[in-house]
């Protein structure tokens, strides 16, 4: 079945660091991919998507390319801050088989100190 | 934008109670909800699928007769933890979708069962 794989964390970033959250998928077919943040003690936000090969997904800094030739998704942010502490979710839906279910990685918990 | 409302954000109850969580669609009609469970080191499990007016479909290996979920209109849909004990103490996230609007999450609720 659909699957994602994504870099264990947690991340501890210093301020104004590169980021890179790591995000393989499987698949059958060409599914829908997402980043989801998730802030201490809340729910999901949707961060950013890619519907299909080659888009890129932006949004708050953070960008994603829809790779077919390598199933990624990897997450990118050029300088993070404090305020991106957050668990990070990579998460695919595959789209054409009616199926509506987001398929979602275990998480990156993303932790940035001053 | 699409507006998913969840309550209660916490609740703690004693063993044997039940609770219930509600999930609303407050700016759209949400064909389908997902109920997802917490665990700890942050990954998501599916719990169940519903389709307004109609049974839940449940993931293999969620209780059924434990977790009743009832979608009866298309902007509300509840979980309850019926007989509830403390391995059931988790943080629950339910998510709606519509025929335009994509995944909308709840802000979460905390159960605590002492």
């Known amino acids: 079945g659909d699957s994602v794989t994504q870099m264990e964390g947690p991340v501890t970033l210093s301020e104004e660091a590169f980021l890179t959250i790591n995000c393989t998928y499987t698949?059958?077919?060409?599914?829908?991919l997402f980043w989801y943040v998730q802030y201490p003690g809340e729910g999901l936000q949707l961060l950013l998507k890619?519907?299909?090969?080659?888009d890129k997904g932006s949004n708050k800094g953070f960008e994603a390319t829809y790779r077919k030739e390598t199933t990624s998704f990897h997450l990118e942010k050029g300088s993070v801050q404090v305020s991106d502490s957050a668990v990070y979710f990579c998460a695919l839906i595959f789209s054409g088989a009616g199926s509506y279910q987001l398929t979602f990685g275990k998480g990156t918990k993303l932790s940035v100190i001053p | 934008g699409a507006v998913v409302s969840q309550h209660p954000s916490w609740v703690i109850c004693k063993s044997g109670t039940s609770v219930k969580i509600e999930c609303r669609s407050l700016d759209f009609q949400a064909t389908t909800m997902f109920w997802y469970r917490q665990f700890p080191k942050q990954s998501l499990m599916l719990m169940a699928t519903?389709?307004?007016?109609?049974?839940?479909?449940?993931e293999q290996g969620v209780e059924k007769d434990k977790f009743l979920i009832n979608h009866a209109s298309l902007t509300l849909s509840t979980l309850t933890v019926t007989s509830a004990h403390p391995e059931d103490s988790s943080f629950y996230i339910c998510?709606?979708?519509?025929?335009?609007?994509?995944?909308?999450f709840g802000s979460g609720t905390r159960l605590t069962v002492v």
């Open positions: 698949a059958t077919g060409y599914p829908s």
């Open positions: 998510s709606a979708r519509g025929a335009r609007v994509g995944y909308t």
């Open positions: 890619a519907t299909k090969a080659d």
């Open positions: 519903s389709n307004e007016g109609s049974k839940a479909t449940y």
